[in-house]
């Protein structure tokens, strides 16, 4: 029987995403078996850490799900963020839960508020700073993974974490300084 115009159509347009959803699953195409909780104000591995005046709570790990995706929970204290960069091989999720940002994503300017989600595609600039009064939380979620737990935690163990000395780092984990951190205002 010949395949029928519109039966072609549908298969041809979600060729594409079964392509890029397909190898997420990993090689035996199963999801990982088992739950994993993590308490309010909890880190994944139980070592919270600090990294720009922010605190991470590893809520996912990529070690919980074959590699998939990574979520933080952030505590922004501090007016600062990270300097203009992009991700070679990861695309970044942000959720507002409490406070307000201001992001630039490619050349857009925006400001976010509670309630707020941002999804910035791989290789594209992107930063962000509080610009809120008391703490702010954000979640960032990285997809895949990738090795962005691993660079976090290891850059928050430098004794000096200036722009400089996590350049080299960065770009081993995927990560590309391309400009200077935002300001508030």
Same mark, same amino acid.
């Given at each position: 029987m010949p395949m029928q115009r519109r039966s072609f159509l549908q298969l041809s347009?979600? !060729?594409p &995403?079964? &392509?890029?959803?397909?190898? &997420?699953?990993g090689a035996t195409g199963s999801l990982p078996k088992k739950s994993v909780l993590v308490r309010a104000g909890q880190d994944r591995s139980g070592q919270p850490f600090?990294?720009?005046d922010a605190t991470f709570t590893v809520k996912v790990s990529g070690r919980d799900n074959e590699g998939r995706c990574v979520i933080f929970d952030t505590l922004r204290r501090a007016k600062i963020g990270p300097a203009l960069h992009l991700h070679t091989d990861l695309d970044e999720w942000f959720y507002v839960v409490e406070g307000e940002f201001k992001f =630039? &994503?490619?050349t857009e300017m925006l400001r976010l508020? !509670?309630?707020?989600?941002?999804f910035v595609p791989r290789e594209m600039v992107h930063a962000f700073v509080k610009t809120s009064e008391g703490p702010a939380r954000?979640?960032?979620?990285? =997809?895949p993974a990738g090795s962005m737990e691993e660079y976090f935690r290891l850059v928050? =163990?430098?004794?000096?974490?200036?722009?400089e000395n996590r350049k080299a780092l960065a770009e081993k984990h995927g990560t590309r300084f391309v400009g200077p951190q935002l300001t508030p205002d």
């Amino acid at each position: 029987m010949p395949m029928q115009r519109r039966s072609f159509l549908q298969l041809s347009l979600a !060729a594409p &995403a079964l &392509a890029y959803t397909l190898p &997420a699953l990993g090689a035996t195409g199963s999801l990982p078996k088992k739950s994993v909780l993590v308490r309010a104000g909890q880190d994944r591995s139980g070592q919270p850490f600090e990294f720009l005046d922010a605190t991470f709570t590893v809520k996912v790990s990529g070690r919980d799900n074959e590699g998939r995706c990574v979520i933080f929970d952030t505590l922004r204290r501090a007016k600062i963020g990270p300097a203009l960069h992009l991700h070679t091989d990861l695309d970044e999720w942000f959720y507002v839960v409490e406070g307000e940002f201001k992001f =630039q &994503a490619g050349t857009e300017m925006l400001r976010l508020r !509670a309630g707020d989600s941002l999804f910035v595609p791989r290789e594209m600039v992107h930063a962000f700073v509080k610009t809120s009064e008391g703490p702010a939380r954000l979640i960032v979620m990285h =997809q895949p993974a990738g090795s962005m737990e691993e660079y976090f935690r290891l850059v928050s =163990q430098l004794p000096d974490q200036g722009l400089e000395n996590r350049k080299a780092l960065a770009e081993k984990h995927g990560t590309r300084f391309v400009g200077p951190q935002l300001t508030p205002d």
